[in-house]
């Protein structure tokens, strides 16, 4: 059983930054893809980053040259450092596993282990 366990998350004002990180526990292997996904009320839940086992990164283009997504296997925890955040940039912050070994997806579908969330809020 996988268990991810998001935090970090707060109330900042716009331009600050936030750290978020999400420690997993069960069956966490360097060689699945971690993903970070958000969702605001009303809002479909999108895809922000995700990070290879092997620490290659890509992300959604609301967020790219602001956020930075890494891994630390040897704890089982995903990092997001946000920077430079917008109140466009509220909402809560998931942190997902991916489904199939060594590829990465930006599809929520393809993500089959989700934390509960930890919630950021922007204030201008």
């Known amino acids: 059983q996988v268990q991810l366990v998001e935090s970090g998350g707060g109330s900042v004002q716009a331009g600050g930054s936030l750290r978020l990180s999400c420690v997993g526990s069960?069956?966490?292997?360097?060689?699945?893809?971690m993903g970070w996904f958000r969702e605001d009320p009303g809002k479909e839940r999108e895809w922000v980053a995700y990070v290879s086992g092997g620490g290659t990164t890509q992300y959604a283009d609301s967020v790219k040259g602001r956020f930075t997504a890494s891994r630390d296997n040897s704890k089982n925890t995903l990092f997001l450092q946000m920077n430079s955040l917008k109140p466009d940039d509220s909402a809560v912050y998931y942190c997902?596993?991916?489904?199939?070994?060594?590829?990465?997806?930006?599809?929520?579908?393809?993500?089959?282990?989700w934390g509960r969330g930890t919630q950021v809020n922007v204030s201008s």
């Open positions: 069960g069956y966490i292997s360097s060689s699945y893809c």
């Open positions: 997902a596993r991916r489904s199939n070994l060594y590829t990465c997806s930006s599809t929520m579908g393809d993500y089959n282990y």
